[in-house]
């Protein structure tokens, strides 16, 4: 099946998952489960993956900036701007697109194999609008938070690597990452991880509740979930950074 | 009462359903029989509107489902409840709060109303108390059907439909099942068609049967008229067990 069969497919199923709810209520507690689900449970991978990757990125910094005509403060910003710019939003996204995007995949697939999603259309319940419309709530709606725990805690895993690494003590760390700050940097990430937020939650549970067949499949549909949201992040990441950075 | 008038649907070309036409009446449990791959699930589905049918028509008393739009086939699917093989209970939430779903997505009730409700349904089909705050993975395969027909007529539906209900349980839990849609359906006169290959429940329940082979109709009648039956195909499927066709000789 062509690729513009899969995009008529994904913007037919969008115009379901925002229809009129049946019921708020259940809608919100829904949403709040979701929220749970796919947001609070992050935060321990988020903090970890952050943490070691701003502990890396500070000795690679210092590494690479051995050269005494460069600043010591060059390795904070590095570090700073690397988590602010990119990391923090783009590569949390593409992490966050296998643990959330194969959680939603599976977990609509299975209820579509199980017949739990004819189940709710035999009740006259909108079941894209029913299953969907809470997960891209919660994910756009918690992203932002990610992208700020996630630059906080690689800062922190950056001033505590470095003096333990005996590459930059903590006062030149410190002054480092408050060297040219531009906070346009943040209301440019923030932008992004509503984007991505959304790619996130959409694209997986499209593949999720489009899926036929049994337990392979749903494995399958996980699998090109996972490929396809890392692609489109990528892809509108490029055109975002265009608009917006350049 | 679901009438179809010469139902014809065709995937990718292949005809699974071929002009099939018949009334399911209220009150009684109608049986569509055949055999793995006769139609019987695509006619089922065709009924609720699952798939769309080619050409025919679908009456739900004097009300055309096949010329609904999609607002109406929702406000009508209000008055269905349906029993999946496979139970298809939500694995997210307990027993009760299964039941309690179409109450909340639909009902006006208040809290303790659908309490009640809930309890009702739940007691009808012989749950015990104690399951109600389990999930639906930590009770037995004929529990959850049982919950399955629970939830199915808790916002009290005016057509019932059972994809072959008693698969996978054995031979005592499937009668039990039998008898207790054959009970609901009389006590609360609703349309129930039940969807199956099983002769047990052709003997114990089929009060009318549709049976379809290659997605046409071949035979209809009650479970008393089979023994009468000089259709080929019939015989041919029902009395493939020897026990059934030396009670046919005996008559």
Known sequence: MGFFFHIGRYFSMLKRVFARPEKHKLYIRQLFHEIDNLGVNSVGIVIIISVFIGG????????????????????????????LLEFSS???????AGKVGSNITSEIGTMRVTEQID????????????????????????????????????????????????????????????????????????????????????????????VQGGALEVGKASTKAVVNTNILILFFDLILTRLLLT | ???????????????????????????????????S????????????????????EIWYNDRNFTQMNQKERKILRREVGMVFQGGALFDSISVEGN???????FSKMSPAEKQKRVEFCLDHVNIDKQAFNLSPSEISGGMQKR????????LNPKYLF????????????????????????????????????????VIEIGESVLFISHGQKEWEGTKEDILKSDNQKLEDFIFANKLYAQMKKGQ
């Open chain 1, 119 to 210: 189940s709710l259309e035999i009740m006259g319940v909108n079941s894209a609008s029913y299953l969907i419309l809470p997960k891209i709530i919660a994910v756009v709606f918690v992203f932002p938070f990610l992208y700020i725990i996630s630059v906080f805690f690689g800062l922190l895993g950056g001033m505590v690597t470095g003096p333990i690494a005996g590459v930059i003590s903590i006062p030149d760390y410190i002054s480092g990452i408050q060297w040219l700050f531009y906070p346009y940097y943040i209301t440019f990430s923030l932008i992004k991880s509503l984007f991505f937020g959304f790619l996130v939650a959409s694209v997986p549970a499209y593949f999720g509740y489009y």
């Open chain 2, 37 to 56: 791959g006769s139609g019987k699930t695509v006619l089922l589905k065709s009924t609720l509107g699952l798939f769309e049918v080619d050409s025919g």
């Open chain 1, 56 to 83: 890396i990125m500070t000795i690679q910094f210092a590494y690479s900036m051995a050269n005494p005509l460069y600043p010591v403060e060059l390795v904070g910003l590095g570090t700073r701007d690397t988590l």
């Open chain 2, 162 to 201: 059972c994809d072959e209900p008693n698969s996978g349980l054995d031979p005592e839990t499937a009668t039990v099942i039998d008898q207790l849609i054959q009970t609901l359906t009389k006590e609360f006169q609703m349309t129930t068609i039940i969807n199956t290959h099983d002769m047990n429940s």
């Open chain 1, 90 to 96: 783009t590569m949390l996204a593409l992490i966050m």
């Open chain 2, 147 to 154: 919950v399955a027909i629970a939830r199915a007529i808790a």
């Open chain 2, 1 to 35: 009462m679901i009438t179809l008038k010469n139902i014809v649907k065709t995937f990718d070309g292949n005809t699974v359903l071929n002009n099939i036409s018949t009334v399911f009446e209220q009150g009684k449990t109608n049986l569509i029989i055949g055999r």
């Open chain 2, 99 to 105: 039941v309690r779903f179409p109450l909340d997505m």
